[in-house]
């Protein structure tokens, strides 16, 4: 059952929905090699230490896209979420540009009361922005849709690098 938006779509658009929607997961090669980034972007997280965390969620991005044999994405970490009328924004992809690396930002504290972001939704909002390069660079789908395929490979990239760690998820 396609979401709800899908009869909004042409033709064309829900060939590339239901191509997305097909795929359940993507695997890693080597996943517990990423598992010493995801504890470095969970300590820095907690300490609130930006530049760290950038550091570990660029480590961590570049090593989950080398092992699947993807360009590269610049990360970048913003202190506070930017709040909009319908919500506040999780993170943000932007795709590669003439001369450009793709972009995922991402914000440390929430917009409402500025609490840091806990660890596991900081960590599945990254995998979710990277779902999106995937799409593009690895699945080849000439747009990224919000398909339960999507989400579903989102989860399935967060079970192979943070599966069994539950000691630093917080809420
Ligand atoms: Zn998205």
Redesign the pocket.
Known sequence: MPFPYYRRLNRADQAIYRASDRIHRIDLPSPERCRGAVAAVATALAAERRADLTLACQELSDELLAQLEIEPVTVRVLAVRPSRDWGEL??L?EPAEDGSDARVSLWMRTAQRKNPVAFKTFLRTLL??L??HLDYELLELED?F?TEG?FKRESSLFHQIAGGKTSREGT
């Open positions: 999780q993170g992809y979710h922005e779902g999106h990224s919000h999507f």
